[in-house]
């Protein structure tokens, strides 16, 4: 089944956005692709129009709210249109409170939450001048189970789960609405710790159970290709392993 679908991802140069990118367009989507390491996005529209598939890419930081509003402007001029945007980009520098590291907790909440902010408020108005679309946007299995050392990191996961549930309350028939949760995956997340014991710690995870950031893109299709009148509101997917 194809994916006739105009997509717009973040966080796409790396980890799950990338493999989402890779597969969605081997489906049949044109993706727009946002990060803000240019070298490696060139590189991956590259790869995705040389497999036959068409991209387009801007640089973007996702903590600049006009970046998102030229992604999906780039989007709608490139392609005439945006039909989902996958709100993806998030970083999770992990610690205990008392380490004090304020300076991450900041970055969290500027990335983790006005960035998905910044992003449905860009697609916003998009989908309702065409009377569709469909925001999609990943949280972590995090916020389902708390565990020290990722209080803030989980809060900022917690706050997308709860905005992503409001927005689709208020969403209409015509705007689809979808949180994905991931647990462990083969991603860079380990190198946004700025404490090296908590990265080893997650690198350590990561190497025992780890999944694929394929499985998450697979999902990610799984719930675009659904019919207009289905909402699948939310995703978990872990490694069989993780507790």
């Known amino acids: 089944m194809s994916l006739d679908q105009v997509v717009v991802i973040t966080?796409?140069?790396?980890?799950?956005?990338?493999?989402?990118?890779?597969?969605?367009?081997s489906r049949g989507a044109k993706v727009v692709l946002g990060a803000r390491r240019e070298t490696q996005l060139r590189a991956l529209a590259q790869e995705i129009e040389a497999a036959g598939g068409q991209a387009v890419y801007r640089?973007?930081?996702?903590?600049?709210?006009?970046?998102?509003?030229?992604?999906?402007?780039?989007?709608?001029?490139?392609?005439?249109?945006?039909d989902v945007v996958?709100?993806?980009?998030?970083?999770?520098?992990?610690?205990?409170?008392?380490?004090?590291?304020?300076?991450?907790?900041?970055?969290?909440?500027?990335?983790?939450?006005?960035?998905?902010?910044?992003?449905?408020a860009a697609a916003l108005p998009v989908f309702r001048l065409q009377g569709s679309g469909h925001v999609i946007n990943i949280v972590?299995?995090?916020?389902?189970?708390?565990?020290?050392?990722?209080?803030?990191?989980?809060?900022?996961?917690?706050a997308v789960r709860t905005l992503t549930e409001a927005l689709r309350q208020e969403a209409g028939p015509t705007l689809r609405v979808t949180e994905v949760s991931p647990g462990f995956v083969a991603t860079e997340f380990a190198s946004s710790n700025t404490d090296a014991s908590a990265r080893a710690a997650v690198e350590k995870q990561m190497g025992e159970m780890a999944i694929g950031p394929d499985a998450i893109a697979r999902c990610i299709a799984f719930a675009i290709e659904q019919p207009k009148e289905v909402d699948v509101g939310t995703i978990v997917v872990r490694p069989t392993a993780q507790g």
């Open 140 to 158: 972590s299995t995090a916020g389902l189970r708390i565990v020290p050392a990722q209080g803030v990191y989980a809060a900022t996961k917690n």
């Open 59 to 82: 640089p973007t930081d996702v903590t600049r709210r006009q970046d998102l509003q030229m992604l999906v402007d780039t989007g709608v001029a490139r392609f005439g249109r945006v």
């Open 11 to 25: 966080g796409a140069s790396s980890g799950i956005g990338r493999a989402t990118a890779l597969h969605l367009a």
């Open 86 to 120: 996958v709100n993806n980009a998030g970083i999770g520098p992990l610690s205990r409170f008392d380490e004090l590291r304020v300076e991450d907790w900041d970055a969290m909440i500027d990335v983790n939450i006005r960035g998905v902010l910044y992003g449905i």
